[in-house]
């Protein structure tokens, strides 16, 4: 799916999100300013938006990686256009299967990643073998807002407006069906948590933005 939409996935982002998501994903990096982490590992990087966004935090290194080869090739376009191709480097590579040895990075981060694993807590553990210990991880997904009249308004947005924008402009016509079916499906919150607390990160931490339409989750190794 991820390679039919591709070439409109960066304009459909700023679209459907009204430029919300340049903010969350700054917003996001900002978690791993303190450690000023040197070797920095972005999964389900995508066109490699948040791996450009944790340049701002001067690392030596980000190695971005993706199961989608269309996805990589516009990052990897972008990358050259910024100039970053000496610190930023996009891989063919699968979050459950990663093809790094163990405590190889300072920092981890997925945005709008992990809803898609099919086996969640495996990729979440692979996360945890690769990164050092103190290593820092990061992750920006969406969830549902659960008050009124947040909850209604993000119902009536994600059920028909989006799918239907998301039609008119993408070539594949049921991707933004799945985008509300995924967040829908997706274990959020304490939940989540939970999941990267049975994977072995501590000093866990979470913060909900936007009406909470998206959160971030924090934890180290
Ligand atoms: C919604 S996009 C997010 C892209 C980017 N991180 C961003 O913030 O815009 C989700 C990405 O996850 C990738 N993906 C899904 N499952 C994956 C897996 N098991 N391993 C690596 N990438 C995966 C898809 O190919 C897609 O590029």
Redesign the pocket.
Same mark, same amino acid.
């Given at each position: 799916m991820?390679n039919t939409i591709a070439g409109r996935y960066d304009f459909l982002?700023r679209l459907l999100s009204f430029g919300f998501d340049v903010n969350w994903r700054h917003q996001a990096i900002q978690f791993l300013r303190k450690k000023r982490p040197a070797q920095i590992l972005d *999964?389900?990087?995508?066109?490699g938006?948040?791996a450009i966004k944790a340049n701002s935090l001067k690392p030596e290194k980000i190695i971005g *990686?993706? *199961?989608?080869e269309e996805?990589l090739k516009i990052g990897r376009d972008k990358i050259l256009k910024k100039k970053l191709e000496g610190i930023i480097e996009l891989q063919l =590579?699968?979050? @459950?299967n990663l093809h790094f040895p163990d405590h190889s990075f300072d920092a981890a981060t997925v945005?709008? =990643?992990v809803r898609?694993? @099919?086996d969640l807590q495996k =990729?979440i553990s692979e996360i945890y073998r690769v990164l050092k210990p103190g290593g820092a991880f990061v992750v920006l997904e969406f969830s549902k807002p659960d008050e009124f009249p947040e909850k209604q308004v993000y119902q009536l947005y994600t059920g028909i407006l989006m799918p239907f924008i998301g039609k008119l402009f993408s070539k594949d016509k049921s991707a933004y069906k799945y985008l509300p079916e995924s967040v829908k499906a997706f274990k959020e919150g304490k939940e989540f948590l939970a999941v990267m607390q049975e994977a072995g990160f501590t000093n866990l931490a979470m913060k909900r933005m936007t009406f909470g339409v998206v959160s971030i989750y924090y934890g180290e190794k």
């Open positions: 991820f982002n *999964i389900a990087t995508g066109t938006d948040f *990686i993706d *199961i989608s996805m =590579g699968d979050a @459950e945005a709008f =990643g898609n694993f @099919e =990729g």
